[in-house]
């Protein structure tokens, strides 16, 4: 072998991984703190597909929490590059194709005012509440009232106290705005139940920067997806792994 082509075989494997990344060395993040998602401690199912997947280019994840609200504007306004994560948004803003989660969310209600339960279709007509931004009429077949309120607990509140009929929610969500609740009921006349699925991903604008992270993240997650980090990253979470266009591809 010539000097040259050695000269040229030793820059090839010198080449790091990141060098088609555009010039991007950093990427924020926002979006709330969610337990086994995104842990204030950096841990957390987000977080570490994040890390590892950008990791892939070299480029250093920051992550900032705030409300559900809050991130959109920062996105929108171009302070940050995407949020995690949500199931619809309108333009200016876009969805990547891969999500970062899936899963059922459920209802959680009186079993004394609904004893007869037939899944969405009890809930026809009645007064659901979420928290803001959380859901859309979308994702249910059934036309009813939308209260919305700035926490679970708040949601979960309002259902004890017949304010309202069901209120929506991840079943983790539920689980945690039980136990942060101040109210006194009793919990054998209350139900959860799943009312749907749906897919999460992140949120990018529609901007050169926001396609450019976006197709970064896209890629990213079929690497991971390829190479197995990604099955395994799901099972230590203890998270389905959602369903992906790309699976079985080449197989």
């Not at 997947?53 to 920051?62: D, E, H, N, P, S």
């Not at 609200?69 to 990547?96: K, Q, S």
């Not at 005012?113 to 009429?137: A, C, E, H, N």
């Not at 993240?217 to 395994?232: A, C, I």
């Amino acid at each position: 072998m010539s000097r040259f082509l050695a000269a040229l075989l030793i820059l090839a494997c010198a080449t790091p991984t990141w060098a088609g990344a555009d010039g991007i060395d950093e990427v924020v993040v926002v979006g709330p703190s969610w337990e086994g998602f995104t842990n204030r401690d950096g841990t957390g199912l987000y977080h570490e597909i994040l890390g590892k997947l950008f990791a892939l280019y070299g480029i250093k994840v920051v992550r900032q929490y705030v409300p559900s609200e809050r991130a959109y504007d920062l996105v929108r306004e171009g302070r940050a590059d995407f949020m995690t994560c949500h199931d619809r948004v309108e333009p200016p803003l876009v969805l990547a194709k891969n999500a970062m989660y899936e899963n059922q969310f459920h209802v959680f209600f009186s079993r004394v005012r609904f004893p007869d339960w037939k899944g969405q279709q009890s809930m026809l007509g009645s007064t659901v509440v979420w928290r803001i931004g959380y859901y859309d009429i979308r994702n249910f077949q059934v036309p009813f009232r939308v209260k919305e309120v700035k926490s679970g607990a708040a949601a979960l509140g309002m259902v004890v106290l017949g304010r309202a009929d069901f209120y929506v929610d991840d079943e983790s969500f539920i689980r945690d705005s039980l136990s942060k609740t101040t109210l006194q009921f009793d919990m054998s006349e209350f139900r959860i139940e799943p009312v749907g699925s749906r897919q999460y991903m992140p949120v990018f604008a529609i901007s050169e920067r926001g396609a450019k992270v976006m197709d970064l993240y896209d890629r990213g997650m079929r690497r991971l997806y390829e190479s197995g980090e990604l099955q395994r990253i799901f099972a230590k979470w203890n998270q389905p792994l959602p369903h992906y266009d790309f699976a079985g591809e080449g197989e």
